[in-house]
Every structure is written in C-alpha cells, then in structure tokens.
C-alpha cells in the first residue's frame, strides 16, 4: 500500500510517501516556514495557514517525481488532523481529504503526536512494543506508556510550557532569534559549567509531571543580575539546558522504574525500552544524558525529530493497512488527547 502523508500542524509543510509492502519511505520532502516567521519572532497563524496553501500543491508533485508515481498509484492518504493550529491543520486535512475523494481511495486522520511516537519505526532497528516514550515537541512534553500501537496511556506531562516552548522562550529572552531551541543548544556549547545553577523544577515531590515556564523565569532573572556579557549569555544557556536535561533524565528514569515489571523478559537480558520523539529530540545534549540510562534508547534520526511528512505517512500507512475507515469529512481537532485513540485491530 502507497500512503501519501501530509503535516500542515505548525509551521512546516511535511510530504511523504510510504510504502507498507517495502516498508520504505519512497519520498520525504519538507518546506519550513522559519524564514516566513523569523522576523516576528515566533509562529503567526494566519501566515502559516496561507503558507501551507501555496505549498503543499507543489511538494505533492515533488514527492510524486521523487517516488516516480503518479497520484493514481496512491492507495490512501494520511493528514495530520490534530493538535495544532486550526488555519493549518485545514489546509492539510482539506487537501488530503479531497483527494482521496478524487482518487476514490481511503484516508486516514492522525493524530500528530502519534506520528513523532511512532518516527523511530522508520528507523533500521526499530523499537517493539512495549516501550516508555518521551514527547518533548514545542507544544508537548509528556510520558507514555506505550502497549501497543493506539494503546497510549500518559503517565506525566507538562503542567505548563511545554520543553521546546521554554527553550524558545528563553533563547527569545536572551535576544537569541528564532527559532531559539536550536541556536540556544549551540549557545549552550560554549557556555562553562557550574558558573550559574538553576533549579530542576517538580523533582521533589514524587510524581511524572513537568514543569518548565519557572525557568524561563529563572533565565531572566539571572541575565538581568549579569554583568550580559555573549559569556554570561553562553554560561545561561548551558545552565538552562542542564537543568532542562536533568529533569527529563530524572522523569524518564522514574517512569521506567515503575514499569519495571512490566514488558521486557529481564533474566533473557531484556532491558526496558525508551523513545524519545518531538523537536527537543535533537537535542544533542538530551540524547547524549538519556544514553546513560539502564535502558535501550530509540531516537528517529535528526530531520524526523521535528515536524515532517513521512511520520505521518507511517502512522497512517499502519492504521489504513489495519482497515480502519472514517467517515469522509473534514474536521481537524487542534486540541486531541492521544488517549483518545483506538487501538487498531493488525
Ligand atoms: O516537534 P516539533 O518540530 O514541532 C512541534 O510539534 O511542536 O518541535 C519543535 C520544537 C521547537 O520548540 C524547537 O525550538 C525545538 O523543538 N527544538 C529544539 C532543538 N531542535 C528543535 N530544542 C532544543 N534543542 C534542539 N536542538
Ligand atoms: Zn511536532
């Protein structure tokens, strides 16, 4: 089966084509709006959703000469149909919709959040089930317990911003650009350890929740404090990310604990899994901290951490090869649980 995937949620127009008989992506193509928001410093809606419609046309046709098809070759299509913006989840689950009427082939909505869950899928040695996974995306930070494919359950999550949301606030605090996560974590590099100590928020208190808008705060307080020097600056960003980083580890290692028991055959060698997915999943420090884990680590490669068409493809492609059917219409749901979601029968 030939799934095209389209992901119109934020600010990226992601495109893809997988093919479940192969199980290979047979095109990726993806068009960032950074340029288009850079200068307001953070996403505009309404700009998104008009970027969106002037390229998703397009990189349909590119993905298409990529995979050398042609649309009717396509056996269904997948669209991201929520969380995220409204203007921009319309743009994708109208295209994909309509289409699939044209071609008279089924489409599927997904669920975006599912999609970055199930990225690393795409990868040579893909994690089984069950797994733990941690969603650290700019609208999301959360634990899952992960049984099965639509078997979600949310151990913790955010109470306030979500990780990637503080790293761009504060990299906007420290007057870093846009988009902050990435260039912060580069800034972070240069920064010396121990000059300045942040707090590791909801650490104390048992529990899996996150909370990160007090160390946004926590940023501000020490620049103004500083003598806001590009050092100073640097020593801020290696300190935010530590404590950022530290918080994640200490949460991940807390919910596989108390999973231990569950899932993987211990005394065959077993060890418990770990993915982690979302933007923030780039994070080279992140990656590099949650290695030390008793645990077996799966990350999607870099460019399907962040927002990209061939998650959705995949998560698509497995939900329509498992038969799901939908009523054809158009409603995205900017706000959707990932409890919310069925289990398909495979
Ligand atoms: O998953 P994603 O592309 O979009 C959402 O679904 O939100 O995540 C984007 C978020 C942004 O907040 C971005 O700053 C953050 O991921 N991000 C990073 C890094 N790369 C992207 N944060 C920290 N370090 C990075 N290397
Ligand atoms: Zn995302």
């Not at 992506?25 to 307001?40: G, I, N, T, W």
């Not at 909801?202 to 926590?218: A, E, H, N, V």
């Not at 290696?238 to 980083?245: G, N, T």
């Not at 077993?270 to 030390?292: P, S």
Request: with cysteine.
């Amino acid at each position: 089966m030939k799934v095209l995937g389209i992901e119109t949620s934020c600010d990226e127009t992601g495109i893809a084509i997988y093919d479940t008989a192969t199980q290979q992506l047979l095109a990726d193509k993806l068009y960032s709006q950074v340029a288009l928001h850079a200068e307001y410093g953070g996403v505009v809606p309404e700009l998104a959703s008009r970027d969106h419609i002037r390229k998703i046309t397009p990189l349909i046709k590119e993905a298409l000469q990529q995979a050398e098809l042609a649309l009717t070759d396509l056996d269904g299509i997948a669209y991201t149909s929520g969380p995220g913006l409204i203007g921009a989840l319309m743009v994708g689950a109208s295209v994909g919709r309509s289409l699939a009427w044209g071609l008279k082939i089924p489409a599927v909505a997904v669920h975006h959040m599912e999609g970055h869950l199930l990225a690393p899928m795409l990868e040579s040695n893909p994690p089984v089930f069950p797994f733990v996974a941690l969603l650290v995306s700019g609208g999301h930070t959360m634990l899952v317990d992960v049984k099965a494919i639509g078997d979600y359950r949310i151990m913790g999550e955010s109470l306030d911003d979500a990780v990637g949301e503080a790293f761009d606030k504060t990299a906007k605090m420290l007057g870093l650009g846009y988009p902050g996560g990435p260039i912060l974590a580069e800034l972070a590099t240069q920064g010396k350890a121990d000059v300045y100590k942040f707090p590791r928020p909801m650490i104390r208190q048992g529990g899996l929740d996150f909370s990160y808008s007090g160390l946004k705060t926590f940023a501000l307080t020490t620049w103004n404090k500083s003598d806001k020097t590009q050092q100073d600056k640097a020593n801020i960003a290696h300190a935010f990310q530590e404590a950022v980083v530290d918080t994640l580890f200490i949460k991940c290692r807390r919910a596989l604990d108390s999973l231990s028991d569950e899932g993987p055959d211990h005394q065959n060698g077993e060890k418990q899994r770990l993915v982690i997915a979302g933007g923030v999943g780039a994070n080279t420090r992140l990656r590099e901290k949650l290695a030390e884990l008793d645990a077996d680590i799966f990350f999607p490669r870099m460019q399907f951490c962040t927002d990209n068409g061939a998650m959705i493809a995949y998560a698509g492609a497995i939900r329509l090869q498992a038969g799901q059917t939908e009523e054809a219409v158009i409603q995205p749901q900017p706000r959707w649980s990932l409890e919310d979601l069925e289990r398909p029968s495979l």
